[in-house]
């Protein structure tokens, strides 16, 4: 148990049935009154944030979120993945895992996040690097800003890249925000 006067960003609660991480807390002693806790939590199975004041007295169970590193192994009517110390396989469904795996190849490791044995998430490498299979020629003239085109890789999504980027070169990208990092 974890009481609110204890509260740290990033820590884990289960807080009336669902699981909350603590993304801000403030500690507020008004002049008039008793002191409070306010927070901002992110509800880790659905994603939604919602802002909570509690008394720092109260207390609440911490959650153990299981991460494990899986490989990816392939995609058919589900995404399969293998622990790679045990080999066992497990299969999610679309909806499980979202589109956390738009930049990933078969064989490559992720994160798979559950909480009492069901999976909410699946993290992706931070970075990945990746083959282009399909752009337009670069052109030279007005690039003052920066000029940008679009770009498939090898796993079928689409990344902005710079003009001089052609097709067949490897490229690096941030899978949190899908942006073109350099060439490889």
Do not use: W
């Not at 990344?159 to 073109?180: A, H, M, S, W």
């Amino acid at each position: 148990m974890i009481s609110a006067g204890d509260f740290r960003n990033g820590v884990t609660l289960e807080i009336e049935g669902n699981v909350y991480q603590i993304m801000e807390f403030q500690h507020v002693k008004p002049g008039k009154g008793a002191a409070f806790v306010r927070t901002k939590l992110k509800n880790i199975i659905n994603g939604g944030v919602v802002e909570k004041t509690f008394r720092p007295t109260e207390k609440f169970p911490q959650a153990r979120i299981e991460r494990v590193d899986m490989q990816y192994l392939y995609a058919d009517d589900f995404y399969n993945f293998m622990n790679a110390e045990t080999y066992d396989q497990i299969a999610l469904s679309a909806e499980d895992v979202g589109d956390a795996l738009k930049f990933v190849k078969e064989n490559e490791t992720v994160k798979v996040c559950s909480y009492n044995g069901k999976v909410f998430a699946v993290e992706p490498p931070l970075f990945v690097e990746l083959e282009i299979t399909d752009t337009e020629p670069g052109f030279k003239g007005d690039t003052a800003q920066g000029a940008t085109k679009p770009a498939t890789v090898e796993t079928g999504a689409v990344v902005y890249v710079p003009l001089f980027v052609n097709q067949g070169d490897k490229i690096k990208i941030d899978t949190r925000t899908g942006e073109y990092l350099s060439r490889v």
